[in-house]
């Protein structure tokens, strides 16, 4: 099995609710170390620039907006398959349709505030830890 990094965000509707400890819980119990973390609240135009790929779509200024409405904690994770594990973790986005124990079933409010971010593949993994962390901030 091969040692991967991925990224995470957990969103405001996380932070609101004080659920970083819990979910981060999950990560950690699940074979995922944490190894870089910061929390911040996120501007516009770094919103607009993460969820560039999306800016077509007619959910992007809500996006924006609701990523914009609280703090975040962005956070880069490692471990075996970490991405394909985090995704796994984090279940479907639909809260409704993601499996029982899954942090979206147990922790999400609806589709829009869904509790986390995660890469959905390896390129925009990298791509993601880069856009918000220097290589020296990550500490294994």
Known sequence: MAIERTFSILKPDATRRNLTGAINAVFEKNGLSIVAQKRVQLTQAQAEGFYAVHKERSFFGELV???????????VLQGE????????????????????????????????ANSVHGSDSL?????EISYFFAETEIVA
């Not at 907006?65 to 956070?75: E, N």
């Not at 594990?85 to 409010?109: C, V």
């Open 65 to 75: 907006s609701f990523m914009i409405s609280g703090p975040v904690v962005l956070q």
């Open 81 to 112: 398959n970490a991405m394909a594990r985090n995704r796994e973790l984090m279940g479907a986005t639909d809260p409704k349709k993601a499996d029982a124990g899954t942090i979206r079933a147990e922790f999400a409010e609806s589709i829009e």
């Open 123 to 127: 390129e925009n993994a990298k791509t």
